[in-house]
């Protein structure tokens, strides 16, 4: 598991350490769950992650394929909103939960 927290709203999903998986899955040519290739009309953007890379401190770009990112991503739509602040204040002002949901719609397409 990813050990630096990060700021995008996928931050929160539970990824392979860096140190688990290959070449091409740290730079996001293939997907960091299945291992498969990935283009560009399949991959989907896990954020840049910033973590020790074989105890160096680096930069890495997982990308998952869809049917790998949709159960992780419909968790966190449920599970978001019970360790939001903003979400318990006024869940239609959270960033975070509207991008959650914006992709677990579209991947269910």
């Given at each position: 598991?990813?050990?630096?927290?990060?700021?995008?709203p996928?931050?929160?999903?539970?990824?392979?350490?860096?140190?688990?998986?290959?070449?091409?899955?740290?730079?996001?040519a293939?997907?960091?769950?299945c291992?498969?290739?990935?283009?560009?009309?399949?991959?989907?953007?896990?954020?840049?992650?910033?973590d020790?890379i074989?105890g160096?401190?680096?930069?890495?770009?997982?990308?998952?394929?869809?049917?790998?990112?949709?159960?992780?991503?419909?968790?966190?739509?449920?599970?978001?909103?019970?360790?939001?602040?903003?979400?318990t204040?006024?869940?239609?002002?959270?960033?975070?939960r509207?991008?959650?949901?914006?992709?677990?719609?579209?991947?269910?397409?």
């Open positions: 598991m990813s050990t630096v927290m990060q700021a995008g996928l931050a929160p999903l539970d990824l392979p350490a860096p140190t688990d998986v290959t070449a091409a899955q740290l730079r996001g293939h997907c960091v769950w291992a498969g290739e990935l283009h560009g009309d399949t991959a989907v953007d896990l954020e840049p992650r910033h020790s074989n160096v401190p680096g930069r890495w770009y997982p990308r998952g394929c869809r049917s790998c990112i949709l159960q992780p991503v419909l968790l966190l739509v449920r599970t978001h909103p019970g360790t939001c602040e903003q979400c204040d006024d869940a239609t002002l959270c960033e975070t509207h991008a959650l949901r914006a992709l677990a719609l579209e991947l269910r397409r």
